[in-house]
């Protein structure tokens, strides 16, 4: 460390923001909004990630391109706030030097910190390390919080000893940006600002869109208070305190080079979503897929999932994917294998060929199969993958009536023979004379006044209950049209039912 003394007391401190928040929150869409601002300032951004591969560098990448040269990205992989908090003290003396030695003007420095961070360590870095001290100043601390999912994170109960990173996000926070607010109802976000300002009175509370702020009240703010700190933590200084996250979170870094099959990818994301939603925390992607010259980004938190846009060309950065998920209990080996499952080898390209073939096959036989009211209805066949043990991989035909018709065999669609069809067909048949005896029984007891009227029968899960409940609806298509409904399967529907 440089001592107090030899700092050249001319060169005024350079303002430090901290710009934290949990994971999902938005805070590398608030980095590019601040990368492409006009607000003419100098700013060295340090980026954190927490993982062994990176996905943010390529996110912003294109927007540093856009400023000046001695814009700086720094990464570092693993949690600022313990493993690599020598880390930042060395990324600071460097800048330092740069700026005595007048290579590089900077009127402030921005770092980013992984969502899992708590950013009370990350602070205390200011106070406690002399070179630091002598180079900078924390100007204040800005947590992005996500409306939609910021409750769970902070009533999550966390292992005895381990931090819960969202409340002390906000704990410490001089200004708080509840972003995300398109995405709750205006009575949630006045729950969650109450819910805030329980845990921190004195931070303003600004709601936004798409982090989209204004650079200005985030930058030279003076907001943060060593006093205040100190009130609410009187350890704060002290460098012995143990720091523990929880251990069953973890990250998983996947980097495959190649391409990736888009519909198998898409398949992959939403199986997982399905299936370990509640556990996945984030994930984020860079992919180079198959057919499109540019990269594709995807972003998910918990079980909201979106593509984002499209970056860069292929020249560029060559055909590889990278993505990160963090979450909890992650099985690593399987997440791994199922994505490198996605990428286009000779082998994927010859199986997708064979599963081609046999679902035209497939759609031979449920055209020559189909009851007779229905022949030559067009039909398609794929496989989807359920959450159901005894059924994990099924294979689906969906046939294009006025209201599409979906027959499932529980088979993967290699396995499916002409005799599966057979008896989903002789099923299907089973559940049109079903239906016709119920349509027949409702035409009878109708009113006079609609006595006539076309009426459809139809059998489907029902919405307003759990488990493996069908309803039968009966709809009249009358002027205005009405239906009824049986909550029963079509098959055991009685007169007395209808009556």
């Known amino acids: 460390s440089i001592p107090l003394e030899m700092a050249d007391s001319s060169i005024p401190l350079v303002p430090v923001t901290v710009l934290t928040?949990?994971?999902?929150?938005?805070?590398?869409?608030?980095?590019?909004?601040?990368?492409?601002?006009?607000?003419?300032?100098?700013?060295?951004?340090i980026e954190n990630e927490f993982g062994e591969v990176g996905v943010d560098d390529e996110l912003l990448s294109k927007n540093t391109k856009m400023q000046a040269d001695e814009d700086i990205i720094e990464m570092m992989n693993g949690c600022i706030c313990c493993t690599v908090r020598s880390d930042l003290i060395a990324v600071l003396q460097k800048l330092a030097a740069r700026v005595r030695a007048g290579e590089l003007r900077l009127d402030g420095i921005l770092i980013e910190t992984t969502g899992l961070a708590d950013p009370a360590p990350v602070a205390q870095t200011f106070f406690v390390d002399y070179s630091v001290k002598a180079f900078a100043r924390l100007d204040g601390i800005v947590t992005l919080v996500d409306a939609k999912h910021v409750e769970q994170h902070l009533d999550e109960e966390k292992p005895e000893g381990a931090e819960n990173e969202a409340v002390e996000q906000v704990a410490f926070a001089d200004r708080l940006l509840l972003n995300k607010v398109d995405l709750v109802s205006e009575a949630d976000l006045g729950r969650v600002e109450a819910r805030l300002r329980a845990i921190n009175r004195f931070a303003p509370i600004q709601r936004c869109e798409q982090a989209a702020v204004d650079v200005g009240s985030l930058l030279e703010t003076r907001g943060?208070?060593?006093?205040?700190?100190?009130?609410?933590d009187p350890e704060f200084l002290s460098t012995d305190g143990e720091h523990a996250h929880d251990a069953s979170v973890s990250s998983v870094g996947i980097n495959e080079e190649g391409e990736v099959d888009f519909e198998l990818v898409q398949d992959w994301v939403h199986t997982l979503l399905q299936t370990q939603g509640a556990r996945l925390y984030r994930m984020k992607g860079v992919l180079s897929v198959a057919g499109r010259r540019e990269q594709l980004v995807f972003q998910a938190v918990h079980m909201v999932f979106k593509w984002t846009s499209e970056l860069r060309r292929e020249e560029e950065t060559g055909r590889r994917s990278r993505l990160v998920v963090i979450g909890k209990d992650l099985d690593?080996?399987?997440?791994?294998?199922?994505?490198?499952?996605?990428?286009?080898?000779?082998?994927?390209?010859?199986?997708?060929?064979?599963?081609?073939a046999k679902a035209e096959q497939v759609c031979r036989w449920a055209r020559e199969l189909l009851p007779t009211a229905f022949a030559g209805e067009a039909a398609t066949v794929c496989e989807v993958r359920r959450s159901k043990p005894e059924c994990p991989i099924e294979t689906v035909i969906k046939v294009m009536l006025r209201k599409p018709k979906e027959l499932t065999v529980c088979k993967p669609l290699v396995?499916?023979?002409?005799?599966?069809?057979?008896g989903v067909m002789r099923s299907w048949n089973d559940v049109l004379r079903r239906g016709a005896t119920v349509r027949a029984l409702a035409e009878q007891a109708l009113p006079q006044a609609v006595r006539g009227e076309r009426?459809?029968?139809?059998?489907?899960?029902?919405?307003?209950?759990t488990g493996d409940d069908f309803e039968t609806a009966i709809h009249v298509l009358c002027s205005p049209p009405w239906s009824m409904k049986v909550l029963r399967r079509l098959e055991e529907v009685t007169q007395q039912n209808v009556k």
């Open 415 to 422: 396995a499916v023979t002409r005799e599966d069809i057979a």
């Open 455 to 465: 009426v459809i029968v139809d059998e489907d899960e029902a919405q307003h209950v």
């Open 332 to 356: 690593h080996a399987q997440l791994r294998a199922d994505f490198a499952a996605c990428v286009l080898s000779p082998a994927l390209t010859a199986r997708k060929a064979a599963l081609a």
């Open 224 to 232: 943060f208070d060593l006093e205040r700190t100190l009130e609410m």
């Open 21 to 45: 928040g949990f994971l999902g929150s938005g805070k590398t869409t608030l980095l590019n909004h601040i990368l492409t601002a006009t607000h003419g300032k100098k700013i060295a951004v």
